[in-house]
């Protein structure tokens, strides 16, 4: 079983995430819209910056995030409770996808995504 497809997205904590924003606008041209900055590479990848304060990532002292796209989440999850990893029972479902929760061994929180089929 493929377990991972590609990155979904990259979202990291600032401190003032508007003038981030600009900033990478500016300099590095990054095509921001309302949820970030979104690219095509044979699957929607998002960059998104979230307040500082920000309970999404879990940890409070957790800077960022991965997203990775999966194209099974319920077989992926599966194999990975056999495997003993930490996984959040909390889910989300929504129009563009399903997202489920784990954690590696030094506590990062990773987000992982089924994207909806066009």
């Not at 300099?27 to 990848?45: I, N, Q, R, V, Y």
């Not at 500082?52 to 800077?63: H, K, L």
């Not at 999850?77 to 061994?105: C, K, M, N, Q, S």
């Amino acid at each position: 079983m493929k377990r991972i497809a590609g990155i979904g997205g990259i979202f990291f904590k600032a401190k003032d995430p508007e003038a981030l924003n600009a900033w990478y606008v500016k300099h590095l041209g990054l095509p921001l819209g309302p949820h970030g900055a979104m690219f095509e590479d044979g699957g929607l990848t998002l960059w998104s910056t979230f307040p500082e304060d920000t309970p999404y990532f879990g940890a409070q002292n957790q800077s960022f995030m991965i997203n990775y796209r999966v194209d099974n989440l319920d077989a992926l999850l599966e194999t990975l409770r056999a495997e003993g990893v930490w996984i959040d029972e909390h889910r989300e479902d929504h129009e563009y996808g399903r997202f489920a929760w784990i954690a590696d061994p030094e506590g990062n929180r990773i987000e992982l995504w089924e994207p909806r089929s066009p």
